[in-house]
Each structure stands twice: as structure tokens, then as C-alpha cells.
């Protein structure tokens, strides 16, 4: 079972998200902002992350900028959710963008393609 973390501000995205991820298959675990991610993934790395962009203490590209400089949280591949535009210099192969407001079916796309580039399951 892969395990995602969700970040989201927004708790009424973040808990129907987590509830149609945990239908699923998926373990899932849901935080508010950046710096929350960032303890939350020393306590236990996730197999993927998904975050959104515009969130108060530490945003999405905090974030990622975070999560690409250490060693132990770089491999965990990422989609961004977001009314935003991304920073560009934070694509990757191991990165999706799903524009707010998303179909379902675009984030489980998006979470399902991840997770078999990495090997991982559900």
C-alpha cells in the first residue's frame, strides 16, 4: 500500500481528497502547510506528496525547494495541485501539475503514473 502525503490549506480539498485516495487503496495522511510536511515526512516518508501552492507559514515551492536540497526527501515524486503557476524551475521528471479546479480522474492519473515510474503500488 503506497502511502501519500497531502498538503492543502484548504481542509475541505484536502479531506474529500484524502477520502476518495483512501477509498483507493491508498494510505494517506494530510498536513496544512509546508513546514507541517516537512515534519511529517521526517516521521515517516511518503511515497508521494501532493501539495498545493499558495499556503501560509512555508508554500508549495518552499516546499519543494526544501524537499530537492535533502538527501532523505528528494526521491519522493510530487504533483502540485494549484490555482498557480508553478515556479518552472522546479519541473522534473518526477513532478505533475493538476491545475485547481481538477477532475478526480486527473489527480488519480497523475498519483497512479508516479507511482509506477517509481515501482511503487498501492
Known amino acids: ?3 501519500v502525503l497531502i498538503v492543502d490549506d484548504e ?3 484536502a479531506t474529500v481528497l484524502a477520502e476518495i485516495l483512501g477509498d483507493e ?3 494517506v495522511r ?5 513546514r507541517q ?3 511529517a515526512m521526517a516521521e515517516k516518508l ?3 506528496l501532493i501539495t498545493d501552492l499558495m499556503m501560509p507559514r512555508m508554500d508549495g515551492h518552499a516546499l519543494i525547494r526544501e524537499m530537492r536540497g535533502n538527501e532523505a526527501f528528494r526521491h519522493i515524486p510530487i504533483v502540485v495541485m494549484s490555482a498557480g503557476l508553478l515556479d518552472k524551475s522546479l519541473l522534473a521528471p518526477d513532478l505533475r501539475f493538476v491545475p485547481k ?4 480522474e486527473q489527480m488519480l492519473e497523475a498519483v497512479t503514473r ?5 515501482g511503487s503500488t498501492r
Not at 30 to 34: A, I, M, P, R
Not at 114 to 118: N, W
Open 1 to 3: 500500500m503506497s502511502h
Open 11 to 13: 481542509p475541505d480539498i
Open 25 to 27: 487503496g491508498f494510505d
Open 30 to 34: 494530510v498536513v496544512h502547510d509546508g
Open 37 to 39: 510536511a516537512l515534519a
Open 46 to 48: 511518503p511515497d508521494l
Open 101 to 104: 479546479p481538477f477532475e478526480i
Open 114 to 118: 508516479l507511482l509506477r515510474e517509481r
